[in-house]
């Protein structure tokens, strides 16, 4: 099956679920029973049952990037045309007092020696992404 092909059907697939109100209905219960304490079992879980998968997983983080970045890419367009500052200063306001700031606060800590270590690297990307095309 060719990739345009298969892309297509995932489109189709997608849309024609979210015309389900089931659909939407058992995925805002699953959103919403999520436990973020497994969250933590879960990334040892994946990182350590089996290395090999893990590996093979992580070598697809390219393509798993690609695709949150032009996802990230047309929501934003999509929310900047559609909805207004502030509908967006409202949701967010609400949305980002459910955030657990504590482990906010450690995963910032935790990241931090990482992100110093690893800016070189980003700074090239980021540069050559904004030497292309007409981004601003």
Known sequence: MCE???RDAGSRIIMELLMKPGFKDDIRDVLKSIDPDAGRA???AILWQD???TLGVLGA???IANTLIRTLDELLLQVNEKFSLELLQGFLGSMLEDIDKESLRR???NLRPLIEELA????RVWHEA???GDLP
């Open 130 to 132: 904004m030497q292309e």
């Open 120 to 123: 070189p690297i980003f700074q």
């Open 4 to 6: 345009d092909h298969s």
């Open 61 to 63: 983080l390219p393509a």
């Open 107 to 109: 995963a910032i800590l």
């Open 42 to 44: 879960l990334v040892k």
């Open 51 to 53: 290395v090999e998968f």
